[in-house]
T-cell receptor
Framework: EAGVAQSPRYKIIEKRQSVAFWCNPI?????LYWYQQILGQGPKLLIQ????????DSQLPKDRFSAERLKGVDSTLKIQPAKLEDSAVYLC??????????????????FGEGSWLTVV | LAKTTQPISMDSYEGQEVNITCSHN???????ITWYQQFPSQGPRFIIQ???TKVTNEVASLFIPADRKSSTLSLPRVSLSDTAVYYC????????????FGRGTSLIVHP
């Protein structure tokens, strides 16, 4: 079974430029997550989709970050304009279903290898 | 909100058993406990999940007491390759499950 695919793997941009990351989840997985992980910290959830609807985006800096999941499969995360503090690894993850559709939460989250962003 | 508390770091030596305890006092009735492992330059990887008592797989064991307010990840006979960050997650209360990671426990295995 193919895992979660992400691209690009590495990206270096100047501040105020824009960048986009792409994610292809595991086939059949309804839920897709974007996490931001700053060096030395745990992953922070930016946005969670179920199919093509947003479940939670409370920690997404909406003035500069946007994400979409058209057709409920692939997703893109965009940052415009980028700031120095956006330097981090952006992790995409997916899981089979959402808690509301299962009697008990038991879904495993599968992560991609991440997209490393350096803003200079 | 089911907050978790773990030690920030632990050190061990090859061949020893390592136990990492996670506190989750506000765990909800329907919540599972899941542990993830993260190596440098990689995304977190699922290692084990449980609801109560004991769960064992080929990688680790998970011990959960009756009150479920804590859990212990046990890694038998660790090797250098077990050096990683280990995260404990529990389900969030409320209408939607939102997987929230803490800072995790950084385990360093020494030769």
């Amino acid at each position: 079974e193919a895992g979660v695919a992400q691209s690009p793997r590495y990206k270096i941009i100047e501040k105020r430029q824009s960048v986009a990351f792409w994610c292809n989840p595991i086939s059949g997985h309804a839920t897709l997550y974007w996490y931001q992980q700053i060096l030395g910290q745990g992953p922070k959830l930016l946005i969670q989709f179920q199919n093509n609807g947003v479940v939670d985006d409370s920690q997404l800096p909406k003035d500069r970050f946007s994400a979409e999941r058209l057709k409920g499969v692939d997703s893109t995360l965009k940052i415009q304009p980028a700031k120095l503090e956006d330097s981090a690894v952006y992790l995409c993850a997916s899981s089979l279903a959402h808690r509301d559709t299962t009697p008990l939460w038991g879904n495993t989250i599968y992560f991609g290898e991440g997209s490393w962003l350096t803003v200079v | 909100l089911a907050k978790t508390t773990q030690p920030i770091s632990m050190d061990s030596y090859e061949g020893q058993e390592v136990n990492i305890t996670c506190s989750h006092n506000n765990i909800a009735t329907n919540d599972y406990i899941t542990w993830y492992q993260q190596f440098p330059s990689q995304g977190p990887r699922f290692i084990i999940q449980g609801y109560k008592t004991k769960v064992t797989n080929e990688v680790a064991s998970l011990f959960i007491p009756a009150d479920r307010k804590s859990s212990t990840l046990s890694l038998p006979r660790v090797s250098l390759s077990d050096t990683a960050v280990y995260y404990c997650l529990v389900g969030e209360r409320g209408g939607s499950y939102i997987p929230t990671f803490g800072r995790g426990t950084s385990l360093i295995v020494h030769p």
